[in-house]
Structures are given as structure tokens and as C-alpha cells.
């Protein structure tokens, strides 16, 4: 089995974010409805937006540290701190104390700490992985996650509500199991030069009072801000990324206000009656289904290509065709068949992304990189928010044509990026060259 073949390091991470998936998805995409219950709708939306922020500054803060301290000390002091959160959450509760302010405050620790430990994770598998075990060890992170969704998704939404605090005590449980996972069998990947150099107390106190000191941190990422190709390729990540978020944005939007009512003969007599939101519903499922069952079978295909380039092009057309169309389409049919393409695209394009991230970072800062790379991530979520807003203006139409111009705009950055880096990689090859020559 190829997953065996991976470096043990690789394994383990794939094994702790699919039990970490699992247990999160029975339980986090349900706070809002927990807090609008308990709070209102207005405050739930503020205190999850909150949470976000503070996950998104943490992130900048955990990428540094994790290229100063090394990726598992980082990991071991989240993941240590994240079990008294979702053991707080538990007590919160249980039968004889119910409080959402206290919940939402360990939440808030859970949010940072997840900002800790995330860089650090992604470096950690850059660090043992190579070029050539890239795609494979994304195409099955890939899979295990959207397998942990899909189960994890099913049992929260029959156990949330009447089991939350089994719920909780299960990811206190699992939280505790990771992070002795991560204390004894996982060994430090990356040992910064200057931690090796430089062991002394004045060091390790610097290191330790980073907020009183935050200009190192800013330095430090105006390094990565400088890195242009770099900062293209997030740009270019983020618009792509957004066609695929706008899925749950504008398109549930639109299916819920257009999508006419209807009903489906299944099964001899049966009938299913369909609006929009069991539309929008069936073709997520079908793209979690679709992922689960084709994502291996594709990644051994695409392993094997010499042209994995010339397949993510491909790929990433039909991806972005798969979401314009559903932006306009109120047929049942063509949404399947649209989200069918959307699916390929995803499972053919993303794991060679992955892979190509990996080698425009710079090796002695892929926690900061990371952490940077993860902000456009929620700057896709954002482009899609705003597409609601546009949505009440412009046609259905002009918003497909819309989607599909900026996931245009961003494959066309991250191919320009791509080919400096295949010049660049050819260039060390017959001149000895490095990456971090090439200039735009």
C-alpha cells in the first residue's frame, strides 16, 4: 500500500487530522445555530466573526514561532492548550452547568490555538515529504478530510443537539490522544539555525517575549511579503478559491430565490418533492461523495503522468466552468452535471497545487509562508460573501460570467507563476541559479 510507503512522520499527521476533522465537524459547524439559540442571531454571527480574527492573527503568530522554535513545540503547546479548552467546553455542558459565554471563551482559546498549530502542521509536511511524494501525500490528506466531513457532519447532525456534552467529552478525549501522539511519536522535522547557534538564556528570552517585541514579527513577514512570485500565487490561490466558495454563498442564495419548486418520481411510485435548499444540499453531497470515492483512484492516475502540469490546466478549466454554470443553471441535471465536472476539477488540480506550494516556499520560513498562504484562503471566503452582495444587482448571468472571470484571473496568475519557477528550476540546473534569483 502506497500510504505506507510515506515517511512515518506523514502518516501519523494524516492520521491526527482526519481524528481532529472527525470529531470538529460534529460539533463546530453546528455553534452557530448553538449560540444563535442561546445568545441570538446577531451576537452569534459577532462572536464567530471574532473567533475567525483571532484565528487568522494567531496564524501570522504561530508561522513565526514555528520557524524559530521548530514545528513540534509549537504543535505540543497548542495542542496541550486546545485539551483544557475542549475540556472547559464539556463542563460547560454538561446537566448541572449550561453557559455559552463560557463555551464561546474556550472557544476562543481553541481558535488560537488552531492558528499555533496549523502552520506548523502544514510545514511539517513539506519538511519530510518530497517533489516526487507530494502529490500522493496531498491526495490522501485530501480524502481522509473529506471523508472525516462526510461522518463527522452525520453523526453531529443526529447527536448535537440531545448529546452535546458526549460530544465535547469525545474531543477532549481524542484532543488528549493527539496531543500524546504528537509528544512521543512524532520527532522535530526542523531545527532553525539560530535556535542551534544561538541556545543561551538572552535567545530563548527573546523568543519567549515576542508580543513586547513585535517588530521581529513584522520583519519577518515583510520577508515574505516581498517574495512576489510567492505573493502571487496566494492571490492567484484566492481568486480561484473563491468560485468554489461561492457555492455555499451566492449559488445557495440564488438556487433558494429561482430554483421553482419540484417533484421527482424515484422509485417506482415515490416521490421527492425539491426546492432550492435540498438542490443545494444534493450537489454537496455529491461533491463529498464524488471526493471520496474518485480522489485516490485520480491521484494514481495523475501520479504516474509526466504531464501533470498540462492536467491541472485542464482540471482547473472544468472546475471553474463547473461553478459558473451552477451560478446560472435552475435544471436539475446541469447542476449534477456541472458539480460531476466541478469535482474532477477539484481532485485533479488541487493536489498538484499543493504539491507546486511546496516548492516556491522558502525553506528556513514554510510555517510563515504558510501562515500568509492561509489568509488568502480566507480572503476567498470573503470574495464570495461579497458576491451575495452583487448578486442583488446583477443577473444571474453576468454573475456566472463574473465567477468565472476572476477564477480566470487567478489561474492565469498561478500559471505565470509556475512557468517562472519551471525557468528558474531550469536555470539551476544549467547555471546553477537558485529560486530566489528570479525576479519579475
Known amino acids: ?95 448541572y452547568w449550561q453557559s455559552a459565554w463560557f463555551t464561546f471563551a474556550m472557544m476562543i482559546i481553541h481558535s488560537l490555538c488552531n492558528g499555533l498549530i496549523i502552520p506548523a502542521s502544514d510545514a511539517m509536511l513539506i519538511d519530510v515529504s518530497t517533489p516526487q511524494t507530494r502529490t500522493l501525500m496531498y491526495s490522501i490528506n485530501y480524502w481522509s478530510i473529506n471523508l472525516a466531513i462526510t461522518f463527522g457532519a452525520l453523526i453531529g447532525g443526529a447527536m448535537f443537539s440531545s448529546h452535546r456534552m458526549a460530544l465535547f467529552g469525545l474531543l477532549a478525549i481524542t484532543g488528549l490522544i493527539i496531543w500524546l501522539i504528537t509528544i512521543f511519536l512524532i520527532t522535530e522535522t526542523y531545527v532553525p539555525q539560530t535556535h542551534v547557534q544561538q541556545k543561551n538564556h538572552i535567545q530563548q528570552t527573546k523568543q519567549w517575549n515576542i508580543i513586547s517585541n513585535g517588530k521581529l514579527i513584522i520583519r519577518n513577514y515583510h520577508q ?49 418533492e425539491l426546492n432550492g435548499i435540498k438542490i443545494l444540499s444534493m450537489i454537496q453531497i455529491e461533491n463529498t461523495v464524488g471526493i471520496v470515492l474518485l480522489s485516490l483512484f485520480l491521484a494514481g492516475v495523475i501520479r504516474r503522468s509526466k504531464r501533470q502540469i498540462s492536467w491541472m490546466n485542464v482540471a482547473v478549466l472544468i472546475y471553474i466552468t463547473g461553478f459558473a454554470v451552477m451560478a446560472f ?27 507546486l506550494l511546496a516548492q516556491i516556499i522558502n525553506d528556513q520560513s514554510r510555517s510563515s509562508y504558510m501562515a500568509v498562504h492561509g489568509m488568502g484562503t480566507q480572503g476567498a471566503r470573503a470574495i464570495a460573501a461579497l458576491g451575495i452582495t452583487l448578486g442583488v444587482w446583477i443577473p444571474s448571468y453576468g454573475m456566472s460570467v463574473l465567477i468565472a472571470m476572476v477564477g480566470l484571473i487567478g489561474f492565469l496568475l498561478i500559471s505565470y507563476v509556475i512557468s517562472r519557477v519551471q525557468a528558474s528550476a531550469k536555470a539551476t540546473s544549467t547555471q546553477g541559479v537558485t529560486k530566489n534569483q528570479v525576479t519579475l
Open 329 to 355: 443553471s435552475n435544471t436539475l441535471w446541469i447542476l449534477a452535471g456541472a458539480m460531476l465536472l466541478a469535482t474532477v476539477g477539484e481532485l485533479i488540480h488541487v493536489p498538484i497545487r499543493q504539491s
Open 1 to 95: 500500500m502506497e500510504f505506507l510507503q510515506l515517511h512515518r512522520t506523514i502518516q501519523l499527521r494524516i492520521l491526527t487530522t482526519f481524528i481532529t476533522r472527525l470529531t470538529g465537524t460534529m460539533i463546530f459547524p453546528f455553534m452557530a445555530i448553538y449560540f444563535a439559540g442561546y445568545l441570538g442571531a446577531g451576537i452569534a454571527g459577532i462572536l464567530l466573526f471574532s473567533s475567525l480574527i483571532v484565528q487568522l492573527i494567531a496564524s501570522l503568530y504561530g508561522g513565526y514561532l514555528a520557524d524559530r522554535w521548530g514545528r513540534k513545540k509549537v504543535m505540543v503547546w497548542g495542542e496541550g492548550i486546545q485539551c483544557i479548552a475542549f475540556l472547559g467546553m464539556m463542563l460547560a455542558n454538561s446537566p
Open 224 to 272: 515574505v511579503w516581498k517574495d512576489r512570485l510567492f505573493i502571487l500565487f496566494v492571490l492567484g490561490n484566492m481568486l480561484l478559491l473563491s468560485t468554489e466558495f461561492h457555492l455555499t454563498q451566492y449559488i445557495g442564495v440564488r438556487l433558494q430565490n429561482e430554483f421553482v419548486p419540484q417533484t421527482i418520481m424515484i422509485w417506482g411510485n415515490g416521490q421527492l
